[in-house]
Nanobody, 115 residues
């Protein structure tokens, strides 16, 4: 079955950087969308950025210019580079894959931005 495992979260000061990774296994299709979501306590899960198999990318306005998504299809891995982090970026970040008719979630990785 499909499994997604996130890593790279941590505690950073405002203005700092992190690089998140999402390693996927069990995906046999060549065509699947990947995305990063985030969720703070008491808030709805929010789509941060998505990337299609051919590289089309959409960011939410609040992270445009600060976050960068990329994917390595040979490794079935997607990355999210977080730069110039702000306290409001604090959340659990989740990886998501859309494969055919199915959606799959990782367990999440905590990002905390605090002085």
């Amino acid at each position: 079955q499909v499994q997604l495992v996130e890593s790279g979260g941590g505690l950073v000061q405002p203005g700092g950087s992190l690089r998140l990774s999402c390693a996927a296994s069990g995906i046999t299709s060549r065509f699947y969308d990947m995305a990063w979501y985030r969720q703070a306590p008491g808030k709805q899960r929010e789509l941060v950025v998505s990337i299609t198999p051919d590289g089309r990318i959409n960011y939410v306005d609040s992270v445009t210019g600060r976050f960068t998504i990329s994917r390595d299809n040979a490794k079935n891995t997607v990355y999210l580079q977080l730069n110039r982090l702000k306290p409001e970026d604090t959340a659990v970040y989740y990886c998501h894959a859309s494969v055919g008719h199915s959606g799959h979630w990782g367990q999440g990785t905590q990002v905390t931005v605090s002085s």
